[in-house]
């Protein structure tokens, strides 16, 4: 099946030659041009995956995402300016999946649209039946299902993702190295914060242990470790 992506930039020199590029590698691509647009497309076309601009007149990418994340759990890249750390840290914790500094080139949106695409579709080879469970926390990766004491938790594409590679080695430290190449589909750059900030989300949006302590612990200089119970 053919994935379906939505584009949301008003740089219409760029997002057609991204298009141009996505439909040549076979993805069936939409593109819209301002945030009101790209709304009522995100919430109501059935994309596999979302890409949008920050900086938009109008409605931005960022209210933008606030506006998809308050509806639905699709899938979604911000396109960030080169160097803003504001803005992909602010995205990250709205529910962004990953950011591409602009200028980018369609060859590496592409990458990265890939590897969450395939990162949500891997599990569709496991048994549905399958689970991970520790302590209160269970995961179905088929189904990109969590659990929490037996209460769904809803996640990201990408916080799944890295909460299921924490799951897999329960009771082990997983370097951010790892964590980003499994997680985020990408090597850890220096200053990246990306699974700092998943990983605070994540924890949020989970319980806490009886004795009040989270159950992703920060290892320091090493990574993080799911509590193994």
């Known amino acids: 099946m053919t994935e379906k992506i939505l584009l949301v930039d008003d740089d219409i020199e760029l997002i057609e030659m991204i298009r141009d590029y996505l439909e040549r590698e076979?993805?069936?691509?939409?593109?819209?041009?301002?945030?009101?647009?790209?709304?009522?497309?995100?919430?109501?076309?059935?994309?596999?995956?979302?890409?949008?601009?920050?900086?938009?007149?109008?409605i931005n990418?960022?209210?933008?995402?606030r506006r998809i994340r308050s509806a639905s759990t699709l899938p979604i890249i911000m396109l960030t300016a080169r160097g803003d750390d504001t803005d992909r840290i602010v995205g990250l914790e709205l529910g962004a999946d990953d950011y591409v500094p602009?200028?980018?080139?369609p060859r590496?949106?592409?990458?990265?649209?890939?590897?969450?695409?395939?990162?949500?579709?891997?599990?569709?080879?496991?048994?549905?039946?399958?689970?991970?469970?520790?302590?209160?926390?269970?995961?179905?990766?088929?189904?990109r299902k969590v659990e929490w004491g037996g209460q769904p938790i809803d996640l990201t594409s990408t916080e799944f993702?890295?909460?299921?590679?924490?799951?897999?080695k329960a009771g082990q430290v997983v370097s951010k190295e790892e964590l980003s190449e499994q997680g985020l589909g990408r090597p850890l750059m220096r200053f990246d914060r990306s699974v700092d900030v998943h990983m605070s989300s994540i924890r949020q949006k989970l319980g806490n242990q009886?004795?009040?302590?989270?159950?992703?612990?920060t290892v320091i200089r090493k990574g993080y470790l799911l509590i193994r119970e």
Request: glycine share 12%.
């Open 26 to 58: 076979g993805f069936d691509v939409t593109v819209v041009y301002d945030g009101e647009a790209g709304a009522r497309e995100a919430l109501d076309g059935g994309y596999d995956i979302a890409v949008l601009d920050v900086m938009m007149p109008g």
């Open 61 to 65: 990418g960022i209210e933008l995402l």
């Open 102 to 105: 602009k200028p980018c080139t």
């Open 108 to 143: 590496e949106l592409t990458a990265r649209i890939r590897g969450i695409l395939k990162r949500a579709g891997v599990a569709k080879q496991e048994d549905a039946s399958q689970s991970l469970k520790t302590g209160a926390l269970e995961i179905w990766p088929q189904k």
């Open 161 to 168: 993702s890295l909460l299921e590679v924490l799951a897999r």
């Open 210 to 217: 009886p004795d009040g302590r989270s159950c992703i612990q």
